[in-house]
């Protein structure tokens, strides 16, 4: 189950003001952190569609307005980023809040030796939202058992990427219209990427087919096979991009992570399994979305970024309005 700010609130100070896990509430993810795709229900993800496209609006016609003033978001980062980072600091300056960045941790008294539930405890006497970024799977719910303000998972680990699967979804329905009926092909590294952990599984509330493609040692981990196939969710597995590419109407690229490899030697026998060209993109449906959560390292060439089916720099922007969706969301201002 995934701990609530309402009942962590209970037991820190005994207000009884916020409601249980689950039950109902004036406004999707009011209060709540946001861990795992696990914890949502199809209507929060509309809600954050429909929420991200009014930012997307609100943004392109007057850049920024004051629905955060006097908000303050913690930006605490044990892995290096760019996207996520910069565009949660930008969602919370549109909004016209302030934010605290942590991208540095070695910079921070974490270098000292403090711990993440005392960081978490100091960050939220100063903030209202934090957003967590740590190398271990589960950092994020650790986070959340310790602290009374909204923690929010901005990658834990292998484990989840629960904003960037929402990220996905707003980009699959502003590229294609809409989710259902869609063939989604996912390539790359299939078992460390939690981008695809948490798309597959925010995918799975809808209507759509799956399709993974990597070298055997990267392959989907067999507990979310399982628990998809469990949901009536059609999946195939190959190693041969060729085997679905013309089928398929959204091609999700993942970068192979160095970072995650024990063995180097292994890492080098993959890292250039799939390279994306021009050429590759010959056998593609002509409306098929192409994309990437980067940063990408090789698995696509330059050259395909001009095509109109490349949609990655078009998704990384789509982050921005909806980190501010969920700020909004979360802060109970949506
Ligand atoms: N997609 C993503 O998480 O990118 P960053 O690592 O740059 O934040």
């Known amino acids: 189950m995934i701990p609530t700010l309402a009942t962590k609130r209970n037991e820190h100070n005994n207000r009884a003001a916020y409601l249980p896990f689950g039950a109902k509430r004036d406004g999707p993810l009011r209060h709540q952190h946001i861990l795992s795709v696990k914890q949502f229900t199809p209507r929060d993800l509309d809600a954050v569609i429909a929420v991200a496209d009014e930012m997307r609006i609100i943004v392109e016609r007057i850049g920024a307005f004051d629905l955060l003033h006097g908000k303050v978001l913690a930006v605490l980062f044990y892995e290096p980023s760019t996207r996520t980072s910069a565009s949660f600091i930008a969602a919370m300056q549109r909004l016209g809040g302030g934010f605290i960045p942590i991208n540095e941790v070695r910079y921070s008294s974490v270098a000292k030796g403090e711990s993440l539930p005392d960081t978490i405890r100091t960050l939220e006497g100063y903030a209202d939202v934090i957003a967590l970024r740590h190398p271990e799977t589960g950092a994020a719910a650790l986070a959340a058992q310790y602290a009374r303000k909204p923690i929010i998972n901005a990658g834990d680990g292998i484990g989840e990427h629960p ?156 982050g921005m309005y909806v980190r501010m969706a969920l700020l909004a969301m979360v802060l109970g201002k949506a």
């Not at 929402?166 to 294609?176: G, N, Q, V």
């Not at 597959?200 to 087919?209: F, G």
């Not at 192409?290 to 050259?303: F, T």
């Open 163 to 318: 904003t960037q699967a929402l990220l996905d979804l707003f980009t699959l329905i502003k590229e294609r219209g809409a989710l259902d009926g869609a063939t989604v092909t996912m390539l790359g590294d299939l078992k460390y990427g939690r981008t695809v952990h948490s798309l597959a599984r925010a995918l799975a509330l809808y209507n759509v087919k799956l399709n993974y493609v990597s070298p055997d040692i990267l392959r989907m981990p067999r507990e979310l096979v399982a628990e998809l196939n469990a949901r009536g969710i059609q999946q195939t597995e190959t190693s041969a991009l060729q085997d679905v590419l013309g089928a398929t109407d959204v091609l999700y690229v993942t970068r192979v992570q160095k970072e995650r490899f024990a063995n180097l030697e292994e890492y080098e026998a993959v890292k250039d399994a799939y390279v994306i060209t021009p050429e590759t993109l010959t056998h593609a449906k002509a409306d098929m979305a192409l994309m990437h959560p980067l940063p990408r390292v090789g698995e696509i060439s330059p050259a395909v970024d001009c095509d109109p089916r490349a949609a990655y720099f078009r998704q990384v922007e789509y």
